[in-house]
């Protein structure tokens, strides 16, 4: 009689825990997930989009950043960096370009659909578009 019980008990338990798992699994299929071109620093954005792999970014994430480095008299690229991201980490102030003391420019632009960092932020004295 004992061991029935617990046989019972415990499919009772599977039941509830395969309903929990299919619940979460469904609520999250249907949230609608963002991919951004996310890579280390890589020395351009092609070797960076070469790189990067196709994944969903994690739920809390819902902003996709880049930040690219370019050397201020040549304008070639000395890095570049995209991520899933915070909204936190793409306010103002957070995004645009600054120069930096050895002769770089860092520029940062933050987007929010799926794919929409693959190119690489540009605001330079050189450009004339």
Known sequence: M??????????????VLTATATYLVDSESSVQRLTCWT???KGDNT???????DIYCPL??????TTHTLHTETGRSVAV??????PTECGEGSVGCTTQ????MVCVSCCQHSYCNEDVPITAPWRTD
């Open 81 to 86: 960096e995209k991520k899933c991201a915070l």
């Open 2 to 15: 004992e061991c029935f019980l617990s046989l019972g008990l415990f499919a009772l338990l599977s039941m």
């Open 39 to 41: 890579c280390p620093n």
């Open 60 to 65: 809390n994430r819902t902003v996709c950043q």
């Open 101 to 104: 003391d050895d002769g770089t």
């Open 47 to 53: 070797e960076c989009n070469n790189w990067a792999p």
